[in-house]
């Protein structure tokens, strides 16, 4: 049997894929304020196609919360790019950075290997043969940054070493517990043995 699909995930690379195809047409149409990047977005064909809500109100959230914070997200990409200039940087590749970036140094809700995942994604999906590798390269120097504190910023690139920390810590109270009141511990074995009885 399999899982049923994410729907949730679903509208979110949707929602991403709306948000850079308006990203990448206002790399050629600028809009200032939020008023006129509301109205490009809603005039967008790809978003007035769009019939998921989810998909279109996770894109709005992106394309404004890029806009609002695009110098600050530029001079990351211009640190982290070999010190290419941004109108150097085809606009399908910015338009990505943009758009990861912002979900990197802004978005608490999402893990740095998901944004960087779906930057891959998009990249394959409307760039070139190089887009891809140019585009993981600078998200992946930015995420060390972020990991190694440069940034204030609490996100981790792998979140795997804290919990086999726990698991540790959690043996080691299992331990204390039998040792003071002398129960047999229960294995992993063991449970599934009871759960098949």
Same mark, same amino acid.
């Not at 790019?81 to 912002?102: M, N, P, Q, Y």
């Given at each position: 049997?399999?899982?049923? #699909?994410?729907?949730?995930?679903?509208?979110?690379?949707?929602?991403? $894929?709306?948000? =850079?195809?308006?990203? =990448?047409?206002?790399? *050629?149409?600028?809009?200032?304020?939020?008023?006129?990047?509301?109205?490009? *977005?809603?005039?967008? #064909?790809?978003? @007035?196609?769009?019939?998921?809500?989810?998909?279109?109100? =996770?894109?709005?959230?992106?394309?404004?919360?890029?806009?609002?914070?695009?110098?600050?997200?530029?001079?990351?990409?211009?640190?982290?790019?070999?010190?290419?200039?941004?109108?150097?940087?085809?606009?399908? @590749?910015?338009?990505?950075?943009?758009?990861?970036?912002?979900?990197?140094?802004?978005?608490?809700?999402?893990?740095?290997?998901?944004?960087?995942?779906?930057?891959?994604?998009?990249?394959?999906? =409307?760039?070139?043969?190089?887009?891809?590798? *140019?585009?993981?390269?600078?998200?992946?120097?930015?995420?060390?940054?972020?990991? @190694?504190?440069? *940034?204030?910023?609490? +996100? +981790?690139?792998?979140?795997? #070493?804290?919990?086999?920390?726990?698991?540790?810590?959690?043996?080691?109270?299992?331990?204390? $517990?039998?040792?003071? $009141?002398?129960?047999?511990?229960?294995?992993? $074995?063991?449970?599934?043995?009871?759960?098949?009885?």
């Amino acid at each position: 049997m399999t899982a049923a #699909p994410d729907k949730h995930k679903g509208s979110r690379r949707q929602g991403r $894929t709306l948000a =850079f195809q308006v990203l =990448f047409g206002l790399g *050629f149409v600028p809009q200032e304020g939020e008023a006129a990047v509301r109205l490009a *977005f809603k005039r967008n #064909p790809a978003v @007035e196609e769009c019939e998921l809500e989810d998909a279109k109100g =996770f894109a709005s959230q992106l394309v404004q919360g890029v806009s609002e914070n695009q110098a600050e997200i530029d001079k990351v990409i211009g640190k982290h790019s070999d010190h290419w200039k941004i109108g150097r940087i085809g606009k399908v @590749e910015l338009a990505i950075l943009r758009l990861s970036l912002f979900e990197i140094l802004y978005r608490s809700d999402i893990p740095l290997k998901v944004a960087i995942n779906e930057a891959i994604e998009l990249a394959k999906s =409307f760039g070139d043969e190089n887009s891809r590798s *140019f585009v993981n390269g600078i998200l992946d120097a930015v995420a060390r940054a972020v990991d @190694e504190g440069r *940034f204030d910023i609490e +996100k +981790k690139i792998d979140k795997k #070493p804290a919990q086999k920390h726990n698991r540790k810590a959690d043996n080691k109270s299992v331990q204390a $517990t039998v040792q003071a $009141t002398g129960a047999e511990p229960v294995t992993s $074995t063991d449970t599934k043995t009871r759960a098949a009885k």
